[in-house]
């Protein structure tokens, strides 16, 4: 092909590709548009809410740990020294028995601490990781509100990553809060099963049943804040209710 012939191709097919890209480019109509608007704010809405989640963690994390070294240590101390006064030859009985009394109101502002830091960060998942932290959620459960609690999950299907742990062992606390809270049960349980790629999570409760009306409650931040962990690590969640009681079904991709 002579020279210029093939200029005039090249041109020709330059020509087409950007005709086809301003016909790929055409302006969205108004419904198209809004409906890109709506994506585009819902995804950055996700990206905050997890970025927001994560740093309340962190925070809660840290409140947990300073509460715990600082206000407990010295705690801890004050009742040492306590046990030294009373052992005091001096003392008259007046004397021991206030002391009793403050040690023993001692003991339960150290209880209270460790429920308080535990509930901002469960130290049973460092300790133990998800499985020994959702045995102690259970056990604490049943002990606080003498309702039944079962487990059924295996300890080496549960070794998962600190952002995984973190969202179950959160989204099992506020379900059983939930439980104590509004069910009347008698019995609830808790069921983690492992699939290739999947977690599978369901709460059961035998108590009233949750309502559709319950569900819409605009100042409840509970099922609100348990989907948006589901969500966010691209779960799948479904709350029902019926006579017989509630359950909470959950879907998690795990990362392979
Ligand atoms: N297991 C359950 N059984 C029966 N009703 C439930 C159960 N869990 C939740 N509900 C109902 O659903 C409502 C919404 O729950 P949600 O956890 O969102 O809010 P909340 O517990 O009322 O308040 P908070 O924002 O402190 O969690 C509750 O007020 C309650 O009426
Ligand atoms: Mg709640």
Redesign the pocket.
Known sequence: MPKPSRLLLAGLVLLAGRLAWRLDERPLTPAEQREADARARMAGRRATDYALENIREEERAYIARELHDDLGQLLATLRVDMSLLMQQPAANQATRDLLAGMDQRLLSAITSLRRIASNLRPHALDEGGLYFALQSLRHDFEERHGVACELDARENELILNDRYSTAIFRIVQ??L???A???H?RHVRIALYRHPGLLHITID?D?????QS??E?P????????RERVWAIRGDIAIT?SPR??RIEIHLPLPE
């Open positions: 506020e379900s809060t939930n439980i809270r509004h069910a049960a409760d108590g009233r049943g949750i309502a319950d569900m409650k100042s409840s931040f509970g099922l609100l804040g348990m209710g009681g509630t």
